[in-house]
Antibody, heavy 122, light 107 residues
């Protein structure tokens, strides 16, 4: 059974730098590209970042480029999101999600974790 | 970036109704379109990908169609478990974009 479990959320001040983690199980982690998708309270879904199965290729939405860094440790089956220079607009539930294949091109996201809430507030 | 729109934004329906949601892309995305269902406080769940391919385990009352810029999600006979918000998403570009969602509620 595929499982994704996010951690690292909570309340942070503007300008803060939390790191989110996502522990994966139930599938061959290194065979799947991974992603972070966020959802602000009461709002829709926004793709944030993606990373290939090897970790060699990374991609970002314009809204987070230069502030967020996605990475993975395939030996630990864990995905990360380093978030820097946070603003109130980054307040959201952050979902860890897996792609159907090694690459993110032409491949759909087929499973999501339950999410972790990041609240940016002074 | 590719922009996605959905209509209607809210849909009131009864159990047993046939329901259709429309999704439009700002440019052609071939058939690179997925549909997700989300219930309050829960993660989205994949229903359909590549416009019309049903994800494993999803009931056959869900179906998708379309290509290019216009797509539809149809629920042939709405069930109590189907009251939720539905999102379309394009993956023609690696910069995924989602539609704003369609909330299906009880009439």
């Amino acid at each position: 059974e595929v499982q994704l479990l996010e951690s690292g959320g909570g309340s942070v001040q503007p300008g803060g730098s939390p790191r989110l983690s996502c522990e994966a199980s139930g599938f061959t982690f290194s065979n799947c590209a991974m992603s972070w998708v966020r959802q602000a309270p009461g709002r829709g879904l926004e793709w944030v970042s993606g990373i290939s199965g090897s970790g060699h290729s990374t991609y970002y939405a314009d809204s987070v480029k230069g502030r967020f860094t996605i990475s993975r440790n395939n030996s630990k089956n864990t995905l990360y999101l380093q978030m820097n220079s946070l603003t109130v607009d980054d307040t959201a539930v952050y979902y860890c999600a897996k792609y159907q294949a090694f690459t993110i091109f032409g491949v759909v996201i087929d499973f999501w974790g339950p999410g972790t809430l990041v609240t940016v507030s002074s | 970036d590719i922009q996605m729109t959905q209509s209607p934004s809210t849909l009131s329906a009864s159990v047993g109704d046939r329901v259709t949601i429309t999704c439009r892309a700002s440019q052609s995305i071939s058939s690179w379109l997925a549909w997700y269902q989300q219930k309050p406080g829960k993660a989205p769940k994949l229903l359909i990908y590549k416009s019309s391919t049903l994800e494993s385990g999803v009931p056959s009352r869900f179906s998708g169609s379309g290509s290019g810029t216009e797509f539809t999600l149809t629920i042939s006979s709405l069930q109590p478990d189907d009251f939720a918000t539905y999102y379309c998403q394009q993956y023609n570009s690696h910069l995924f974009t989602f539609g704003p969602g369609t909330k299906v509620d009880i009439k």
